[in-house]
Structures are given as structure tokens and as C-alpha cells.
């Protein structure tokens, strides 16, 4: 049995406006078992996305990467206390102390208590 899909006109459950459900995106939620059409525009769906989970924009601020000093942004406000890493600093940064934490280095790993907090270092 052999299916065709039509584009379809639907309304936004959020600001009311007529969205088009086209054939091809009818094709894409059958072919993932989706059961229910978009009940969302895609402008209102995008805005969902981007809120938190209490229904509020994600506001991002503008820093300068500690590591490399190229611009980022954060979703927290920073106030100069503590570094600031960009995504591919940050990243770096956890793979090389991943590296060290495992033993990758070929230096023997010994944990330290630092106030507190247990820390991995070469002693």
C-alpha cells in the first residue's frame, strides 16, 4: 500500500499564524514513526529550542577565551574570577586532562587531595 502525501495548511498552537506541513516533511515523521503532526510553526519550534526549560530565552554573553583569546559566548555571566574557554579550548583541555587521568602521558598518575577536592597530578 502505497501512500502519498499532500501539502497540508495547519496553525500554530503558539502565535495562531498558518504554517505550511509539506509533503516531504509528512514523508520524514512517517518514516521515524512519528504519529503526531507539528502542532508549531518552525519560527515557534527554533524559539522553543533556544529557551530553557522554564520557557525563557537563553541569553548568551560575549567573553574573550582565556586559552586562545578568540570571542565566544556563554550562557552565564562571567566576572573575571575564574578562566573563560572558548568550545575548542575547552575541549582541548578535557582531552588532554582525560589523557593524563588515564595514563596516556606514560607518566604515572598519582591523586592529591587539594582543599578538599581530589585532583590528578604528576608527582
Known sequence: MTVSFVDRTLTCRDCGREFLFTAGEQEFYQSRGLQNEPRRCPECRAARRQADGNGRARVMHDVVCSNCGKPTQVPFRAHGARPVYSWTA?????DASYAIAIGLTGE?????????RQTNTNS
Do not use: D, F, T
Open 90 to 94: 575547552s575541549r582541548r583541555w578535557v
Open 108 to 116: 604515572p598518575v598519582a591523586p592529591r587531595i587539594l582543599s578538599g
